[in-house]
């Protein structure tokens, strides 16, 4: 059997060179990666308005693709990430990630994030093609992904408060409960697939990132902090329950001086991820000055002291 490769414009690859070069660029110079995929998605969208035939033809994925005579068009599991046909499916994609994908990846870090938003936006792909196999329809956008995050921050941070759009009736922005938004989404989704709803959206692959979102979350992210007897903060692996780090507040609470710094504290308190709160310990142990002569402190491996006196303190 010949294999057959479907021929690509040269504006699509263009189209490809922006979403790669904005996820490396983001990664490379530790931006957030959800600004680098909402403007990839853009840029990309601005060029499809253009060249809509040729990019959606190119970069589209088709169910048809899985099989060994298109098999090297499989990159579109990729690539149909980031396109979308009209302003309202950007749109409506872009603001529920906006909200959603800010608030997850400073959770749990740039690297977990990204990986999760492109399994899941292929496992979403993949799930329509199980239910649509052989079919030559187009599938494009960033739902599967976007409904991945969602899923995966449900699962790990259900009860976390988040502004978002929310479809009740119509689009509501409200302040929600990240597990309530998504019990409402999935349940949208899966009234339309029971019902059989005729449209042009793929259901099934907002249901197959949305599931798969959980599931990575339950392999790739740690689980919450533990209050110790002394009130300090204990951390255990989600699958060893080994402890990975400890805080003394009590110690801390009597370098916070300033409402600033007070803040700080509440924030390394509350914070869950292990490397979100290392960041806003490391800054306010810079901004904290010795309580005897008003110096600033070193801090090294748990320890605290001032050069300018004899203060030592642990953490």
């Given at each position: 059997?010949?294999?057959?490769?479907?021929?690509?414009?040269?504006?699509?690859?263009?189209?490809?060179?922006?979403?790669?070069?904005?996820?490396?660029?983001?990664?490379?110079?530790?931006?957030?990666?959800?600004?680098?995929?909402?403007?990839?998605?853009?840029?990309?969208?601005?060029?499809?308005?253009?060249?809509?035939?040729?990019?959606?033809?190119?970069?589209?994925?088709?169910?048809?693709?899985?099989?060994?005579?298109?098999?090297?068009?499989?990159?579109?599991?990729?690539?149909?990430?980031?396109?979308?046909?009209?302003?309202?499916?950007?749109?409506?994609?872009?603001?529920?990630?906006?909200?959603?994908?800010?608030?997850?990846?400073?959770?749990?870090?740039?690297?977990?994030?990204?990986?999760?938003?492109?399994?899941?936006?292929?496992?979403?792909?993949?799930?329509?093609?199980?239910?649509?196999?052989?079919?030559?329809?187009?599938?494009?956008?960033?739902?599967?992904?976007?409904?991945?995050?969602?899923?995966?921050?449900?699962?790990?941070?259900?009860?976390?408060?988040?502004?978002?759009?929310?479809?009740?009736?119509?689009?509501?922005?409200?302040?929600?409960?990240?597990?309530?938004?998504?019990?409402?989404?999935?349940?949208?989704?899966?009234?339309?697939?029971?019902?059989?709803v005729q449209d042009t959206t793929a259901h099934f692959a907002h249901l197959g990132?949305?599931?798969?979102?959980?599931?990575?979350?339950?392999?790739?992210?740690?689980?919450?902090?533990?209050?110790?007897?002394?009130?300090?903060?204990?951390?255990?692996?989600?699958?060893?329950?080994?402890?990975?780090?400890?805080?003394?507040?009590?110690?801390?609470?009597?370098?916070?001086?300033?409402?600033?710094?007070?803040?700080?504290?509440?924030?390394?308190?509350?914070?869950?991820?292990?490397?979100?709160?290392?960041?806003?310990?490391?800054?306010?142990?810079?901004?904290?000055?010795?309580?005897?002569?008003?110096?600033a402190l070193n801090s090294f491996e748990g320890k605290i002291w001032c050069e300018?006196?004899?203060?030592?303190?642990?953490?």
């Amino acid at each position: 059997m010949d294999i057959v490769i479907l021929p690509i414009h040269l504006i699509s690859l263009v189209a490809i060179c922006i979403m790669v070069g904005a996820i490396v660029i983001a990664y490379v110079k530790k931006l957030m990666i959800t600004y680098a995929l909402i403007i990839a998605n853009l840029l990309v969208f601005a060029l499809t308005f253009v060249f809509e035939n040729e990019i959606i033809g190119d970069l589209g994925f088709r169910p048809i693709y899985l099989s060994a005579q298109y098999f090297p068009n499989v990159y579109t599991l990729f690539t149909s990430m980031f396109v979308h046909s009209g302003f309202l499916h950007i749109f409506g994609n872009m603001l529920v990630f906006f909200f959603m994908g800010i608030a997850f990846e400073q959770r749990i870090g740039a690297k977990k994030f990204l990986a999760i938003y492109l399994i899941t936006g292929v496992c979403g792909a993949l799930t329509h093609s199980l239910i649509n196999l052989g079919s030559t329809t187009l599938l494009i956008g960033a739902s599967g992904a976007i409904f991945g995050i969602m899923g995966a921050f449900a699962y790990s941070y259900p009860r976390d408060e988040i502004v978002m759009p929310v479809p009740i009736g119509i689009m509501i922005i409200m302040k929600i409960k990240v597990i309530y938004a998504t019990i409402i989404f999935a349940a949208l989704e899966t009234v339309v697939v029971m019902f059989d709803v005729q449209d042009t959206t793929a259901h099934f692959a907002h249901l197959g990132g949305l599931v798969s979102g959980a599931i990575l979350a339950a392999l790739l992210i740690k689980s919450r902090g533990e209050k110790g007897q002394s009130g300090e903060t204990i951390y255990y692996d989600a699958h060893t329950k080994q402890k990975s780090k400890k805080i003394n507040f009590s110690n801390l609470e009597k370098l916070a001086e300033t409402r600033e710094q007070k803040e700080m504290l509440k924030r390394i308190e509350s914070e869950t991820v292990p490397q979100v709160k290392d960041i806003w310990l490391e800054h306010f142990l810079e901004k904290a000055k010795c309580p005897k002569c008003g110096k600033a402190l070193n801090s090294f491996e748990g320890k605290i002291w001032c050069e300018g006196c004899d203060f030592k303190t642990d953490y």
